[in-house]
């Protein structure tokens, strides 16, 4: 396992950022971190990586950060849009960072080309559009070729041919046998990005599992027959829900196991669908009342002001 969160808890005053949260990030998948605005995801990655302090500890192959020699090649992060000095090029930047970590020059090149922004290199980025930034942060977040990668909403600001391009990216780079770690409010862009997910609201761990496993707990099965209220007398071991004079929701049961049931009762199934939820869908199940505001696709704002994000 790449990374072991266990039990890690932060307060800011009388607010209980991140409440005994634990959970794992293994290798070889991308891992999707959601939450409402102020869930704590941003404190938790930063208590993760000993940013900030508070209770708990995480695990890095087995070991703290700090037992490892070389923490740029364990873990490479990228959790603020521009941590870049307004007077340094794109190029300068990444040369300190590799002067930093004692990595040849040739990687920046090798960097900067793998994220697009060669023909950039040589200009500052405080020029730089929100979307050029987040790849330069990724590239930094690289530059070691770490095992691990942390990133926070690094989506924003990109186009969506360049979230594709980032998809592509974060994916191959799992499937090199590392672990990807990704919190985003982009619930459809998740969906498509992420094996696994874990949801927290509060500070806390709401659900987690497959990307499969959590929509599949939020999808049904719709049946139109003759008879619906002798259909779901049939089905005693699973959920279901009358819908209208011909329909039945069911859920927990296959449309084999649901047009069998049908059969052997002698009705007549004019239709047998299976309903996908959507992992926006399954995301507001999850957070229900734990939501407090309009969910908005923003970067959240204090992400390295030490509030509680």
């Known amino acids: 396992m790449a990374v072991d969160v266990q039990s890690i808890s932060k307060s800011f005053g009388s607010l209980r950022a991140v409440e005994d949260l634990s959970f794992t990030v293994p290798n070889g998948v991308v891992t999707g971190f959601l939450g409402p605005n102020g869930a704590g995801k941003s404190t938790a990655m930063r208590l993760m990586l000993g940013l900030d302090h508070g209770e708990g500890r ?51 090149d090798e960097v900067l080309e793998l994220v697009g922004l060669t023909e950039v290199a040589g200009k500052r980025p405080k020029g730089f559009s929100l979307g050029m930034a987040q790849r330069l942060g990724l590239a930094g977040a690289v530059l070691a070729d770490p095992s691990t990668l942390m990133l926070d909403e690094p989506a924003n600001g990109l186009d969506p041919q360049s979230i594709q391009w980032l998809r592509q990216f974060l994916k191959h780079y799992a499937s090199q046998g590392k672990a990807v770690l990704v919190s985003s409010h982009l619930l459809s862009e998740m969906q498509m ?82 309903r996908r939820a959507s992992l926006e869908d399954t995301f507001f199940a999850l957070t229900g009342d734990e939501q407090q505001f309009a969910f908005q696709p923003v970067q959240d704002s204090a992400s390295t002001q030490g509030g509680a994000q």
């Open 193 to 274: 990005m992420a094996d696994q997910i874990i949801v927290i609201a509060k500070g806390k761990l709401i659900a987690a599992g497959t990307v499969d496993d959590l929509l599949a707990q939020r999808s049904d099965v719709l049946v139109r027959c003759s008879d619906p209220r002798a259909l779901q007398q049939k089905l005693t071991d699973v959920s279901s829900q009358l819908e209208g004079d011909d329909g039945l929701s069911v859920t927990g049961a296959s449309t084999d196991q649901i047009g069998q049931a049908a059969y052997d009762a002698g009705l007549v199934v004019r239709e047998l669908a299976v």
């Open 58 to 108: 995480t695990l890095f192959d087995d070991r703290p950060l700090t037992d490892h020699p070389h923490c740029s090649s364990v873990v490479g992060t990228h959790l603020d849009a521009r941590p870049f000095l307004p007077g340094r090029t794109a190029r300068d930047h990444l040369r300190m960072i590799a002067s930093d970590r004692q990595l040849p020059k040739s990687r920046i």
